[in-house]
């Protein structure tokens, strides 16, 4: 089963429609119990960051998801909370890979809004059978500064930034997998074949 964190924001249930058109089980809980019981844990993004952290706070979620060893995926926000800190609203984030999420330069339109083409430089189980150079859903206003030893995968808005990252058993992207069509449906059964969930 596949753990959706409830922050009280985010894509939560267009992340679950998306697991059941995979014919994956997955319930949407910010219960530390189930999480830590599930074999693959999905953060869903959208939302602020200070507002999110407040919610994480409050249900212990700060402490736990570091800690957590199954494989984790975090989209949009939750790429960006895995951050050390966040320009948006001064916060600290859940420091899991090293790096700060800044806003996009004002020159910049913000957010983001739309299809943007992805570009892999690195193998991950991720992404396995998906092209380099695919385009996938974005909307951002700040991009996850990590360090390039963990960015597997860049987008252009000005100049390139992180899109996907991976540590470990964390793995996360900028875009929303869950409205990306065929690749982002192909990434979402990777990470259910990494969780063992299919």
């Excluded at 390139?160 to 192909?186: I, L, M, R, T, Y």
Aim: net charge positive; glycine share 8%.
């Amino acid at each position: 089963m596949i753990a959706i964190i409830d922050y009280k924001a985010g894509n939560t249930g267009s992340v679950q429609n998306a697991l059941n058109r995979l014919g994956v089980v997955s319930v949407i809980t910010a219960d530390p119990s189930k999480i830590k019981s599930s074999s693959g844990v999905i953060f869903p993004g959208q939302g602020r960051a200070g507002a999110a952290m407040n919610q994480l706070k409050n249900t212990g979620l700060d402490k736990l998801i570091p800690k957590l060893t199954q494989p984790f995926l975090g989209i949009c926000l939750g790429m960006q909370l895995l951050a050390e800190v966040s320009d948006e609203d001064n916060v600290d984030c859940l420091n899991v890979i090293s790096g700060e999420c800044r806003k996009f330069p004002a020159l910049l339109k913000t957010p983001q809004l739309g299809w943007n083409k992805v570009m892999f430089n690195k193998r991950s189980p991720l992404i396995r059978g998906i092209a380099s150079g695919q385009y996938f859903y974005f909307l951002n206003s700040y991009y996850f500064d990590a360090e390039q030893m963990y960015v597997a995968g860049t987008a252009s808005y000005g100049f390139d930034f992180p899109a996907v990252v991976a540590k470990d058993n964390f793995f996360a992207v900028q875009f929303h997998p869950e409205k990306s069509a065929n690749p982002g449906e192909q990434l979402l059964k990777n990470f259910c074949e990494i969780s063992k969930c299919l």
